[in-house]
């Protein structure tokens, strides 16, 4: 360190110049850099999503989500999967390292899928699924009325969500915060009540 202190003291005009170069270089450099508001960032993970209509998660998990995620183990640079079988949907999450060539693996998990189909009921379709930065909503829309929550919600999917999906450059609109209906069942028995005793005609006197 000594040495480097005097050697610097020593030739002060040449230290100088090295560090007007230095900067001058930065600033050029730092100009010509990309820079974007929100980088696209691709995440190291895929889905696989199957949907089977009307069938219990028990079937989704012992006739789908178990075949596809025992063949999809062998894709390269897999991490980790888990899946989640729900009614009538299947979802495969996979995790793959950092840096690992996304396009590579989506080719080998569409090459998985195809050889696993012999083992799947006939009407499923597995879909692979890559997410990133790119798919997030940039846009949103509030929309308020006089109607009520339920019938606006439906007109805006009828009506409006078309309208912007032919839009140039939109991947996807939908409509969420609408009411829907849902009917909840709830299995129980109905309290049991004795019944009334009978009542006598009363006397009068």
């Known amino acids: 360190m000594f040495r480097l202190a005097k050697l610097s003291l020593a030739n002060r005009a040449l230290i100088a110049l090295i560090t007007v170069f230095a900067s001058v270089f930065g600033v050029i450099t730092m100009s010509s850099l990309k820079q974007e508001l929100i980088p696209s960032i691709e995440f190291p993970q895929i889905t696989v999503i199957t949907s089977m209509p009307g069938a ?6 012992k006739q789908i989500s178990a075949p596809l995620e025992t063949a999809l183990k062998g894709v390269e640079g897999l991490e980790s999967t888990s899946s ?3 009614n009538g949907v299947s979802q495969i999450s996979m995790s793959f390292t950092y840096g690992s060539n996304l396009d590579r ?9 195809s050889n696993a189909k012999r083992s799947l009921p006939d009407d499923v379709e597995p879909q692979a699924i890559a997410g990133s930065i790119s798919d997030f909503p940039i846009v949103f829309l509030a929309v308020s009325s006089d109607k009520p929550l339920s019938e606006l919600n439906a ?4 009506l409006t969500v078309p309208q912007l999906q032919k839009l140039d450059g939109v991947r996807g609109a939908e409509v969420t915060g609408g009411a829907t209906q849902h009917i909840k069942i709830l299995p ?9 005793p009978a009542s006598s005609p009363s006397a009068m006197h």
């Open 155 to 158: 007109d805006l999917a009828r």
């Open 84 to 86: 989640t079988s729900r």
């Open 188 to 196: 129980g028995l109905w309290p049991w009540l004795p019944p009334a």
């Open 105 to 113: 693996a989506r080719n080998q998990i569409d090459r998985a899928i």
């Open 56 to 61: 219990s998660p028990e079937v989704v998990d």
